[in-house]
């Protein structure tokens, strides 16, 4: 049977409907509950409510249609899919039906006994229904007609993926139309808006967003518009690659396994305490900052050259370019997904729309690049406020984000930072915190965050999450009146400020938040102890990192050493290379936060893809296939030398290691080895310590180093398999392409063969194999590499604990069936259905728990 779930703003409209929908039905007994308002009876929309009402219709073994009003009711009820168990997922359909019409529809057909599928196709199908006799009949929107000639080729499509066509599908989206000559429209056909141009970030973002479910067209005129067409229509039926992706993290909601509560009501509810929207999970009692943004009074002026005044324009935006890159690139080295807020602010200062109207207002009114600046913006920022989805309001965030970072640099104003100089503790409280703000906080001193603006989805609550700083939004303004250095308690979790507490309250804030790290540190303390399989077998879990603050995250969280250190972090945003000593000093410092784990380090892993603007580097037309890694280092041996003098210095006395990306060949191996000789006689020469026998390894990332790994590895003391590179080169498929992603499988027979055959290569000649990839730290994959004979584990410093968990559960035995079952299989995704199997089995007989990446997340 099909039940059915209403999910609307108002608890009065929720339950209206599913009144009128079973009465319609004539009483169909069919399962339809209300999921409307808030808890307290407001409007809004309730993450509670929605799981409640899911949760009850799926534990009477029904499958489950989801009609929502309105976007953010959308949002939500996204977010609660995604916490549900996979097997739950894949029995609930939330539907863009009308909300009566397709309710009433809905109840007829599953009151019929049909299936999902059937149920949801009536519910959709009542969209044809009119309400107003005299609508019927009105022409579909206008497209423009192609002229006599012109090729015209057109899809429609519906949006598959879970967060629909905005943020990084809709720039993935404009990213593939770019790349034709056809002119291409994408218009929503479910919301009947117009066409908007698909070679337009902004036009995409405010007019050509979907939501999963609804139905889009796209057309394409021009010589290549077939090929535009079929292109697109791979990107969108692919789900802009998201379809595998681990899902955003969930509104925060207290774990069902910790007993602790809020502290009890104070005895007046009105008087000193403000309820919000929890954000991010956690409990924060410091003095208040409050945080108010520069911000300018901008004059028109008349321009005596118009065309310099262009440049500066040109000129602020190229600033505000790199600007967004060095972000984007410091928030990727925690969590690459949320890094893609700052990418999607790049698209938009890369627009044609955007930037060709700034240059037209100072030309036609030869007026100053300020003036031109903030009409724009403001056009596009109350376009996006009018919204009433949360999306809008995303989107009407990055708008003032960007235009507050291009005001700042063409004023000449230095970057306001006082975020990041905070002389204590504080609680930083602001109307809102738009990306940057939340980015460049001290997350050293920042205890917590109270903002007016934002939502669970909003910017700062996902950094915030990110950071584990606790966090209250969508706060009344009286937030706003708290005078700076007012002591504030923050409950993440509940949603609550409270202000000035009492010293009885701040005893209790202060208990709840030491059960909790209490909590914590359990969850961890046996992080620590070594991946022992039942039977006694032994592997090793490191972490893979990028500075010296994720060396002591690893430390914190059980690394038994660095398996990968990505050395690009030292030669990337500069304008000049950084020397030895400069080099010499950071690995140094990440070997001294290890103490006598071993700390592999990786020699530069650069190319064309990520150009240096000291290295004179000819543009390639593939760079992945280029000069990059170990070809490039062995042609700049100025680059090359300098860094292996530093990391050999840095081995003195440390349990320093070195590894060679890229590899294919037994040549370059050598070339290699004898690169590392020739520095090291060059410290021996000048009478410097340094590490006289250093292990050396290489990455086996490319086919021809995994088939030939018998020729290279009596040269070397270990391999590392680079699976990233490893897939996308032997499926011939790049791992950046999201029209490839269906392609790009680490788990497919081909890829897992070749690692099966490096592994027992290398056990032959006695040298150990460790996995650096994102198979690595995935709980899916971690049994088949232990089953195929890995010797250590290097993943993100976050996923180690569950990791070491995964293979505490496990005998080598029992691995070793399961790879030996898995390597059998005919397709990446068979592979990923057993192995999936395998850890559902193990959780619900009760050997591991759920993965947990973070805690408090």
């Not at 399962?31 to 409510?49: I, M, N, Q, Y």
């Not at 949002?75 to 009433?104: C, D």
């Not at 909003?458 to 009286?478: D, N, T």
């Not at 490839?740 to 081909?750: C, K, M, R, V, W």
Request: proline share 7%; net charge negative.
């Amino acid at each position: 049977m099909v039940g059915i779930v209403i999910v609307a703003h108002s608890e009065q409209l929720a339950t209206g409907v599913c009144e009128v929908a079973l009465q319609m039905a004539g009483g169909a007994s069919v399962p339809v509950l209300p999921a409307g308002g808030t808890e307290d009876g407001r409007l809004g929309t309730s993450f509670e409510k929605v799981q409640d009402a899911l949760e009850r219709v799926l534990e009477q073994g029904c499958d489950v249609l989801v009609l929502a009003d309105l976007g953010s009711a959308v949002m939500v009820t996204q977010m609660v899919l995604e916490t549900l168990p996979p097997e739950w997922q894949e029995r609930v359909r939330l539907t863009s039906a009308p909300l009566v019409e397709g309710a009433i529809a809905a109840v007829v057909a599953a009151s019929g006994d049909g299936d999902l599928e059937t149920v949801q196709r009536a519910a959709e199908q009542a969209l044809a229904i009119s309400k107003i006799p005299e609508l019927e009949g009105l022409p579909p929107p206008q497209i423009e007609k192609p002229g006599e000639g012109v090729p015209e080729e057109s899809a429609e499509l519906i949006v598959p993926n879970p967060t629909g066509l905005h943020a990084r599908p809709a720039a993935l989206f404009v990213q593939t139309a770019m790349r034709f000559q056809a002119s291409i429209t994408v218009q929503n056909l479910s919301q009947s808006r117009p066409p908007a141009d698909a070679k337009s970030m902004m036009e995409v973002a405010s007019k050509g967003t979907a939501w999963q479910g609804e139905r889009i067209r796209i057309v394409a005129r021009g010589e290549d518009a077939a090929e535009a067409i079929r292109t697109l229509q791979a990107l969108v039926e692919s789900g802009f690659g998201e379809m595998e992706e681990s899902p955003p993290a969930p509104p925060p909601k207290a774990r069902p396994e910790v007993a602790v509560t809020a502290p009890p009501p104070a005895e007046d509810e009105m008087e000193g305490r403000l309820r919000g929207i929890p954000a991010s999970s956690g409990i924060a009692v410091a003095p208040v900052f409050q945080y108010r943004p520069l911000t300018w009074h901008v004059e028109h002026r008349v321009v005596s050259d118009v065309q310099a005044e262009v440049s500066r324009l040109q000129g602020a935006l190229e600033q505000a370019r790199q600007e967004l890159l060095a972000l984007q690139q410091e928030v990727a080295a925690q969590d690459p997904q949320t890094a893609r807020i700052f990418e999607f602010q790049r698209m938009m200062l890369e627009d044609p729309v955007l930037t060709g109207a700034m240059e037209e207002k100072i030309r036609k009114r030869v007026s100053n690049a300020e003036v031109a600046v903030e009409e724009v913006f403001n056009e596009w920022v109350a376009q996006f406020a009018q919204g009433d989805s949360e999306l809008s309001q995303l989107r009407a965030a990055d708008v003032r984000d960007i235009h507050r970072r291009l005001m700042r640099i063409l004023v000449g104003a230095e970057e306001h930072d006082p975020l990041r100089a905070l002389s204590h503790p504080m609680i930083v409280v602001a109307k809102d915190l738009t990306p940057s703000d939340t980015a460049r906080l001290d997350r050293e001193r920042v205890k917590g965050i109270c903002a007016v603006g934002g939502g669970v989805t909003s910017h700062v609550a996902i950094l915030a999450r990110m950071w584990g700083i606790p966090a209250v939004v969508g706060l009344s303004e009286k937030v706003l009146e708290i005078p700076d250095g007012t002591m504030v308690a923050v409950d993440g979790e509940a949603g609550l400020v409270e202000v000035s507490p009492s010293q009885e309250r701040l005893r209790q804030y202060e208990e709840i938040r030491v059960q909790r790290e209490a909590l914590a540190a359990a969850a961890l303390s046996q992080a620590g102890q070594p991946a022992i399989t039942l039977d006694g077998h032994r592997v090793e879990v490191f972490a893979n990192i990028g500075d010296v603050a994720s060396a002591r995250e690893a430390v914190d969280s059980g690394a038994e050493g660095v398996g990968l250190l990505r050395t690009e972090f030292l030669f990337v945003d500069r304008a000049t290379m950084p020397d030895e000593e400069e080099q010499h000093a950071a690995y140094r410092a990440i070997a001294d936060v290890l103490g006598l784990r071993p700390l592999i380090i990786r020699t530069l892993d650069i190319g064309g893809d990520k150009p240096l603007s000291y290295l004179k580097l000819s543009p390639e037309a593939n760079p992945f296939l280029g000069v990059r890694a170990i070809r490039l280092s062995l042609s700049h041996p100025d680059v090359f030398q300098p860094q292996l003098r530093a990391i050999l210095r840095a081995g003195a006395g440390r349990n320093v290691w070195v590894m060679f990306p890229m590899i294919s060949t037994r040549d370059e191996v050598l070339q290699a080895l004898e690169a590392l000789e020739q520095a090291k006689a060059n410290l021996e020469r000048s009478g410097i310590p340094y590490a006289r026998e250093i292990p050396v390894g290489i990455m086996v990332e490319t086919p021809a180093a995994a088939i030939a790994a018998d020729l290279l590895v009596p040269l070397v003391d270990f391999f590392s398999i680079g699976s990233n590179d490893l897939t996308q080169y032997v499926l011939a498929c790049d791992r950046g392409n999201e029209q490839l992603q269906s392609l790009y499988q680490p788990l497919d027979p081909a890829v897992i063969r070749l690692i099966q055959q490096v592994i027992e290569t290398a056990h032959r000649f006695g040298k150990k194999v460790g996995l650096c990839g994102e198979l690595a730290g995935e709980p899916i994959a971690i049994p088949l590499l232990l089953g195929l004979g890995l010797d250590e584990f290097s993943m993100t410093p976050a996923a180690i604990p569950y990791a070491k968990e995964l293979i505490r559960a496990l005998s080598i035995a029992e691995a070793r069936e399961i790879a030996r079952q898995a390597i059998l299989l005919p397709s990446a995704a068979d592979v990923t259905r057993y192995l999936k199997d395998v850890l559902r089995n193990l959780q619900e007989s009760g050997r591991i728990g759920s993965p947990v990446r973070a805690m408090g997340t």
